[in-house]
């Protein structure tokens, strides 16, 4: 069965249903296969209606980014994300950045794709990127900086991404050390920012962004269900605009990186601060080095997170992972 065919019979009567018994007979397939189907279809970003006794109903085609409509509303907002590169399907656009900024691409330069088939994130761990759901992409940086600095581009980019979102969805986000992005413990997004150096200055960083913004629950793989959420799942269902959601997240690292540039760290901790969750809360800290137990008082001049010991001391933790 094409699903083509399939998609064509059901826009044939635009918001009627169309009955399986219907489908089956027209098409000569099985039930089995139209939910096959309807699977597929559904994995490409189209979203149906089934009712018993009724059919299947198709309610919303797949949000696709317009190259034209994207770039205009960049121009609009800020002079980063050019020159822009659109993808449908990538297997992560931190590679294609990386091989962009190597080739002299310059800072700004904006990588977004539809899918990722190997996104990934912090640890190398997989980052779910299906097409038409979120925004998967990757911006270019090259700060004149020593390659010790770089973890603050990292909580640079956290801040960013928080307040443009916070911004667009007026949804209450906050930021779990360094870079995750929760709505009531669930991740919404995450950051990862891989960078090159000579001579021990970056030549590029590259932050790569992902964040689940008009996925359903059922997007979510079985593993997810529990952890990750989307801007629509906590907006009512409702979603949201994609181009513009991207368009001020850049806008706002754009914000960010010349602040950084004019004021030096301390400004982008205190934003960071006031939009951590954990700030005074008792923390466990799952380190290479082993676990550690404290309270957040804040960051270090590098980023890193100081924990308050029962005794008083102040411990600077560079890496690990956070559990309350």
Known sequence: MRDEQLLALLTERPGEYISGEEISR????SRTAIWKGINRLKEQGYEFESVTRKGYRLTR?????????LRMRMNEVTSWGQPLHLFPSVGSTQDIARALAEEGA????????????????????????PPGRGIWMSLIMRPVQPLQYTPQLTLLAA???????????????????PNDLLID???VCGILVESAAEDGYVRHAIAGIGIDVNLAAEDLPEELQTIATSLRMESGGEPLDRTLVAAAVVQ????????????????????????????GQHLTV??????????????GNNGELLLQQEDGRILPVYSGEIHL
């Open 26 to 29: 027209r098409m000569a397939v």
């Open 61 to 69: 085609y797949p949000d696709r980014f317009d190259e034209v409509s």
């Open 106 to 129: 310059p800072e700004g330069t904006l990588v977004i794709a539809e899918e990722q088939t190997s996104g990934r994130g912090r640890q190398g761990r997989r980052w779910h990127s």
């Open 159 to 177: 801040v960013a991404v928080c307040r443009a979102l916070r911004s667009v969805s007026n949804l209450d986000i906050g930021i779990k050390w």
């Open 185 to 187: 413990g669930r991740k």
């Open 252 to 279: 706002e690292l754009e914000a960010m990186y010349q602040l950084y540039s004019e004021q030096g760290f301390a400004a982008i901790a205190a934003l960071w601060e006031a939009l951590a969750f954990s700030i």
């Open 286 to 299: 799952h380190t290479p080095q082993g676990v550690i137990h404290g309270t957040a008082t804040g960051l």
